[in-house]
Nanobody
Framework: VQLQASGGGLVQAGGSLRLSCAAS????????MGWFRRTPGKEREFVAA????????NYLDDVKGRFAISRDTSKNTVYLQMNGLKPEDTAVYYC?????????????????WGQGTVVTVSS
């Protein structure tokens, strides 16, 4: 399985970005997709996750109401719409795929990882 993330960039505080992550290869018919982020000197942080059909989601408290995760199963693609961006959202964002059934926030449950896309929010 390969994951290709895109959509990062530089945006001013209060702005928006939409990240995309396309999965290819021999994907299972049922898998959870998640987004994580990492900033220098900090641990990797869970951002959001979505179930196979998109009926269930899970978010980091700090992004609730600002970020929205969605997926297009026909395209094997997951999206992260980020609105109201803050400078503290600046990070490398990674998409990940889990074959476990739950919307885990623990990255150890995710087996496949994308290469990361950089999001920079200026104040």
């Amino acid at each position: 399985v390969q994951l290709q993330a895109s959509g990062g960039g530089l945006v001013q505080a209060g702005g928006s970005l939409r990240l995309s992550c396309a999965a290819s290869g021999r994907t299972s018919s049922r898998y959870t997709m998640g987004w994580f982020r990492r900033t220098p000197g900090k641990e990797r942080e869970f951002v959001a996750a979505i179930s196979t059909r998109g009926s269930r989601t899970n978010y980091l408290d700090d992004v609730k109401g600002r970020f929205a995760i969605s997926r297009d199963t026909s395209k094997n693609t997951v999206y992260l719409q980020m609105n109201g961006l803050k400078p503290e959202d600046t990070a490398v964002y990674y998409c990940a795929l889990s074959l476990a059934g739950n919307l885990y926030s623990d990255g150890t449950y995710y087996r496949y990882w994308g290469q990361g896309t950089v999001v920079t929010v200026s104040s």
